[in-house]
C-alpha cells in the first residue's frame, strides 16, 4: 500500500513538474483575457454601443431589445444632448441617471454579446436619419466582416486616447474573429492589431498566435499590394515590396518580444531568432529607427558585444522619444557596458520590461500620428464623424459616472446635490 502511494505521488510531481505546452498555455491566455475585459469602465462602454446597435433592431418585440431598450433609450438620449465642446460638465443628476440605468441592465450586458445587434454604422443610420436603412446582409458572414472592421477602427481609435487607451482597445480586438474572414490584407492587420494588444496586456502566448499566422500569411503572400497598410503606418512612400519587408519585419519584433517575455527556454531561444530576423528585414530597407536601436543593443547585450550595443544605445539615448529618466537609464546602461559589465546591464536597467515600454511607446506613437478621421474618410467609412463624435462623448460620460460605480461612492452624489438645494433634490427623487 505504502508503495503504491509513493507510486501516486511521482506520478503527480512528475504531472505538476511537466513544462506545459504551447496549446495549454494559449489556453490560460484565453481565460486571462476574459478577466481583463469584464470589469465596470468596459462593461459600461458596452452598455453604450449595445445602445447604439440596439437602435437598428427591426424586430422590437425581441426579447432581447424590450428588456434594455428603455435604458438604451436614455443613454441615446445623453448621448444626443452632449456637447464635449462645451465647457460645462455633466451634472450630477444626469451622471446618476446614467449609472442608474447602467446598473439596471448590468447584468444583461454583462452576459450578452453585443454582435447578436445590428452593426454600429447600422445603428447610426437608424438614430442620425439619413434616409439609409438597416442593410439586408447577403449572409452571415457578410455581416461578421463589417463588424470585425468596426472593432479593429474602434480599437485603434480608443488606444490613441488618452483617457481610455489599452483596456478599450483591448475589449475591441478581443470581438474581432479574423479566423472568419477570408486570407486578405484586412485579416493581416487585424491579426497584427490583437497581437500588439495582446502583447501590451501580458497575453504573450495569444499574442504569439496572432503574429505567428501572420508571418505565415506574409510568407506565402509575397506579391499583393497592402495599400491598408502604407495608410495604417504611415509608409505612403514605400513600394509594394518595401511595405511586405517592413510589415514582415514588425511581426517579428513582436513576436521575439513576445518570446522574450514567456519562461520556458526554449521560448528565449526562439526571441533571439526572431530578433535576428526582424534586423534582417529592418537592414534590406536601410532603416534605423528607436525599435532597430533597442534591438541591436540587446543582441549585442546577449552576445556580450558591449562595443556594438553602446553604439546602438548612444543613438537610442538621443531620441526625442524618451523622457530625462528614461535616458539616464540609458546612459546608466553605458555606464555599465564601458566597465565590461553586461550581466549587470541585461538584470539592471536595460531588462526586458524596460525594452518593452521602448518598443510598444515607440508603436503608441506612432499609431497616434496617423490622422485616423482622413484615413476612414479616405476609404469611405459610413459616419466617420459620427463615430469620432460618439467616442469623445463617450469619455465624458464615462469620466462622469466613473465616480459613481461603486455603491459607497454614491453618498458623494447624495451631498453634492444637497448643496445645489431643493431643486436638484426633485429630480434626484428616485435615483438611489
Known sequence: MKNLILLI?????????????????????????????????????????????????KDTNAIEYKRFSKQANSILNTLHKLDTNSKTPISVVDALKLYK?????????????????????????????????????????????????????????????????????????SKTKPELLEDSEVKTLLQFVRGFLFFGNNLFYLSENELSNNIKWLDNNKTIPLPYTKAFFGWR???DEQTHTAFHSLNYLFRGLDRMRMERKIDEERSLEDFDLFLKDMNKLGLENELVWTIDAYLNLKRENPEKAIIALEKLKNSPLFADDERKAIEKTIGYLKERDSKAALNGIYDKAFMAKVISKYMISTLSKIDWERVLKENNVPHTKEIFDSVNKFKA????????????????????????GSELLDKAKGLW
Do not use: W
Open 9 to 57: 505521488c511521482i506520478v503527480f510531481l512528475a504531472g505538476c513538474s511537466k513544462e506545459k505546452t504551447d496549446e495549454a498555455l494559449l489556453e490560460l491566455d484565453k481565460q486571462k483575457l476574459e478577466e481583463n475585459i469584464n470589469y465596470d469602465k468596459i462593461v459600461f462602454y458596452k452598455f453604450a454601443k449595445i445602445a447604439i446597435r440596439s437602435s437598428a433592431v
Open 397 to 420: 460620460m464615462s469620466n462622469a459616472v466613473n465616480q459613481y460605480t461603486q455603491p459607497s461612492t454614491i453618498e458623494n452624489g447624495k451631498k453634492e446635490i444637497t448643496k445645489k
Open 237 to 239: 512612400n514605400l513600394s
Open 101 to 173: 440605468d447602467y446598473r439596471a441592465v448590468k447584468d444583461f450586458v454583462k452576459t450578452t454579446d453585443e454582435d447578436i445587434f445590428p452593426t454600429l454604422v447600422d445603428g447610426f443610420n437608424t438614430i442620425y436619419g439619413d434616409g439609409k436603412s438597416v442593410q439586408n446582409y447577403v449572409s452571415a458572414a457578410d455581416k461578421v466582416y463589417y463588424q470585425n472592421i468596426e472593432h479593429a477602427i474602434l480599437s485603434m481609435l480608443v488606444l490613441a486616447t488618452r483617457d481610455l487607451g489599452q483596456p478599450f482597445a483591448l475589449y475591441e480586438c
